[in-house]
Each structure stands twice: as structure tokens, then as C-alpha cells.
């Protein structure tokens, strides 16, 4: 790709602008343009689109983006230091990225995107989670975004994925897919990022659906699940007992046993129980 957009390789970069990599900022960097590249390709079409990026770091993503054909991209970078190796990738791209140098926990980027917006990131995995979570519960649905295509421990992306029946699923898995379509795109091993870290990765693409799949007030599904995941290895009667007092009538009205456990129910079953205790 320094082909295309005329700039040095990433390693250079990183070396002329001093970017030792930081433990506190989750600073794994991913300095294969082809990779970049593949992942920016997994978002889909991003031509007609406004990119969020959170956490470009020296732009290994930000260029696979803007070669993939971004409409614009906004990144926002909480560490200073990145901001002459980003503003040569402006520069190479003329119009097309805006930085933010801020944290993405404290701003709201909306007034800097158009639609249709798509977020694509390396996310840096102290905030990942919680970015997700917050995107995944706008006051509104649909949400801003019309994808998500962002990486994650691979334990992360696997309990975002998650279908009933094990471990792996619970809240995540039902706030994501209640309202999206989740699957795994990627699967990246620690060598592929500088410097490696001590966990295998992978991106998980999410494509947010026009209405959630099973009727349900969102506040009210998330107390349910909350509630039964809080406690998953006990029965459902005991773990939503505080919920209502007749949880075992309501839970056998929706065609749950109250001696189910919560990794047991669909969404579809958590929906309807929060349908059935709401109000
Ligand atoms: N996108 C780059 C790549 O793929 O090589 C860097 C990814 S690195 C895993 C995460 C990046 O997020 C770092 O550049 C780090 O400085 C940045 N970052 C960490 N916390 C942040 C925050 N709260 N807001 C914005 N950026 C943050």
C-alpha cells in the first residue's frame, strides 16, 4: 500500500516519530499494510461512507481505510505523539481524514460524521468493551452506525458471537445480537501485531438490523439479563427471584423452567420475559 498513498513504510514511520508502544493505552500495533487493508475490506463497501476510527496510533488502519475508498474518515487518538505520523496521512489523502487528538470515552463524535457511518477499529482493549457496550445501547434504534467491524481478544469476539448453550454466552452476546447481525470475519495470532500480546485476536463484524429481532423495552431486557447472568450457575428461579415475587409463574407463562439456567435461554426467551415484567 505505500505504493498507493506514496508514504513509508509503518515501521519507518513509527521509528522517525518515536512510537514506543505503551502498555497503558493497549498500544498493539499492526504494521502489515495487507492486513490493514483486508481488515478495512471486511467493513464492506466504504465508499459512500463516513469511517469512525477509534485509536488510529500510527495509521496502519487509517490507510488501509482511505486506500479501501472511505468517503471520510474521522480518527480519534488519545495519544499526541501519533499526531505527525496521522497529519501525513491527511496530508496524502487530502480532505479525507480528520484527527481528533482526544479520548474516545469523553467525546461525542457526531457533529464530525455524516451518514451513513461505519466504525471500524483496532481497539485498544482496556475501552474496547466499553465502547461497544455504549454503541450497542443508543437511545434510539437504529443507532448512528450502520457497522461495526472491530477488534477484539479473541475471548471477547467469542462471547459477542456466543449462541446458547456455553460459557461463552451472556450479556454481550445478547446486547449484540438482539439487535444485530455478529459474526467472527478474522482471526488474528499475537505475531500479527507490534509488539505481540499475550492473547490471540479477532475481528467481529456487526451490522445493526432496521428493528431489534424480538419486541422487548430495552432497560428492562438489560435488568433481566443482568440479573440472570449476575449469578448463571444457579437456577433462574432463584437468580431472578428479586425481580418479581412470582418470578416462577411468569418465567412458565413464557415457556421457560424455572429451573433452566440463564446460558440455556435464546433472546428470543429473555425478550419475552422482559416483556412479561415490564410495566
Ligand atoms: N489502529 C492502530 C493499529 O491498528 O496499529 C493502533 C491500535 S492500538 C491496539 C490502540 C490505539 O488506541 C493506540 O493508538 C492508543 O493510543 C489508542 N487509545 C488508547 N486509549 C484510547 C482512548 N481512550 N481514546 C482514543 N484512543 C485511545
Redesign the pocket.
Known amino acids: 500500500m505505500s505504493a498507493i498513498d506514496g508514504l513509508p513504510p509503518l515501521r519507518a514511520v513509527i521509528a522517525a516519530h518515536g512510537l514506543s508502544a505503551k502498555k497503558a ?6 504494521l502489515d499494510l495487507n492486513l ?1 487493508a483486508k481488515i478495512a475490506r471486511a467493513a464492506g463497501d466504504l465508499s459512500g461512507a463516513d469511517v469512525l476510527e ?5 495509521g ?2 487509517t490507510r488501509g481505510l482511505l486506500a479501501e475508498g472511505a468517503r471520510h474518515v474521522l480518527a ?4 499526541a505523539r ?1 499526531l505527525p505520523a496521522l497529519a501525513e496521512i491527511a496530508a496524502a489523502w487530502p480532505g479525507r481524514l480528520t484527527v481528533l487528538n ?4 469523553e467525546i461525542d463524535p457526531l457533529a464530525h460524521l455524516r451518514p451513513p457511518v461505519k466504525v471500524v ?4 482493549y ?2 474496547g468493551t466499553e465502547l461497544l457496550v455504549r454503541w450497542l445501547t443508543p437511545p434510539d434504534w437504529p443507532p448512528f452506525w450502520q457497522s461495526l467491524t472491530l477488534m477484539f481478544q479473541r475471548e471477547v469476539a467469542e462471547r459477542i458471537t456466543a449462541q446458547p448453550g456455553g460459557k461463552a454466552y451472556g450479556r454481550l452476546a445478547i446486547l449484540a445480537q438482539w439487535r444485530c447481525e455478529a459474526r467472527i470475519v478474522m482471526r488474528l495470532p499475537p505475531e500479527a501485531f507490534t509488539p505481540a500480546p499475550k492473547v490471540d485476536s479477532a475481528v467481529v463484524h456487526l451490522t445493526a438490523l432496521p428493528a431489534p429481532r424480538f419486541p422487548a423495552d430495552p432497560a428492562v431486557l438489560e435488568r433481566v439479563v443482568a440479573a440472570a447472568f449476575n449469578q448463571r450457575r444457579k437456577m433462574l428461579r432463584a437468580s431472578l427471584k428479586g425481580l418479581a415475587p412470582d418470578i416462577e409463574d411468569r418465567l412458565r407463562a413464557v415457556g421457560i423452567a424455572p429451573t433452566e439456567r440463564a446460558e440455556q435461554v435464546p433472546i428470543e426467551g429473555f425478550c419475552a420475559l422482559a416483556r412479561a415484567l415490564a410495566g
Open positions: 493505552l493497549g498500544q498493539n500495533f499492526l490493514t477509534i485509536g488510529p496510533g500510527p496502519g488502519l480519534v487518538e488519545k495519544d501519533c482526544a479520548d474516545a470515552l477499529a483496532n481497539l485498544p482496556n475501552v
